[in-house]
């Protein structure tokens, strides 16, 4: 098809020719960045469990490793040396400065050759809440050092992560991140239904010490229940989209598998 002496067709092919790679790169880019994230933060836990301590039979063990005595020399001397600075470095200078980077960087947002590099950072979000990912970032550090530096106080870890969840989900319903209105509403969902969690699991601590094993197990379901029913919209909404990807695949390959039953029988 042709256009005042313009080829379309070929310039579609050429665009395809363009586009695609750039959409491969960005994908690829985007995983490695998700994976470098997931890096981070298992590095993050690593450092701290390092610093934070763990106490059997009233001796104090690091928390990574209770084959080791917390607070010897050479443990000091790590801390000093390598948790307390890769901890700092991972959970609070890398964020930052990604923030920064989006910063200087904001009236570029739009830009193709900026967007397909750093774009999974923001890709998400509003153009006013370009940042979020980093609050999410430090929202996911606070709660992994409460986790584990806090693992023997039970209560006190437990109000320390609803403190945590609530007043995210107080900053996330003022500004409302997400693009799309239903990953606001599901992001703030999320977070009451983990509070919610945490105060049923405290409950059931205090009936296990105290040999309410019933009402304990009755706890136990109700957790499992609220996990089936936050998670199901999630599950509905993967499985919608495989068996809208897959659904060729499988009714041709269940109607191979149906005319090779006939061939056979005949």
């Known amino acids: 098809m042709k256009l005042q002496g313009f080829n379309i067709d070929q310039n579609i092919q050429a665009n395809k020719s363009e586009i695609v790679p750039l959409l491969i790169k960005s994908r690829t880019q985007n995983s490695k960045l998700n994976r470098l ?7 993050e836990t690593r ?8 106490k059997i039979s009233n001796l104090n063990y690091i928390s990574g490793d209770v084959s080791l005595l917390y ?39 739009n830009k193709i050759k900026f967007r397909r590099h750093i774009g999974y950072l923001f890709n998400e979000y509003t153009q ?3 940042f979020w990912e980093m609050i999410k970032l430090w929202k996911k550090t606070i709660i992994i050092k409460t986790l584990i530096y806090f693992e023997t106080y039970i209560f006190l870890k437990a109000t320390l992560l ?25 992001d703030i969902l999320s977070g009451q239904y983990c509070s919610i969690t945490i105060f049923f699991a405290v409950v059931k601590y205090i009936c296990e010490q105290s040999e309410q094993y019933n009402i ?27 068996y809208s990807k897959y659904k060729l695949v499988v009714l041709t390959s269940f109607q191979k598998a149906f005319l090779a039953l006939n061939s056979l029988s005949f």
């Open 37 to 43: 994230i997931m890096w981070l933060i298992d590095k």
């Open 47 to 54: 450092f701290f469990s390092i610093i934070a301590v763990r």
């Open 71 to 109: 607070g010897s020399d050479s443990h000091i001397l790590w801390i000093k040396r390598f948790a307390i600075p890769g901890s700092s470095f991972i959970g609070l200078i890398i964020p930052l400065l990604l923030f920064l980077l989006l910063y200087i960087n904001r009236e570029n947002h």
């Open 128 to 130: 006013k809440n370009y």
């Open 162 to 186: 609803g403190l945590c969840l609530m007043f995210y989900q107080l900053i996330a319903l003022k500004y409302k991140p997400f693009i799309l209105n239903m990953y606001n509403q599901l």
């Open 216 to 242: 304990s197990e009755l706890i136990q379901n109700l957790i499992i229940i609220l996990s089936i029913i936050f998670s199901y919209p999630f599950i509905i909404k993967i499985l919608k989209v495989y």
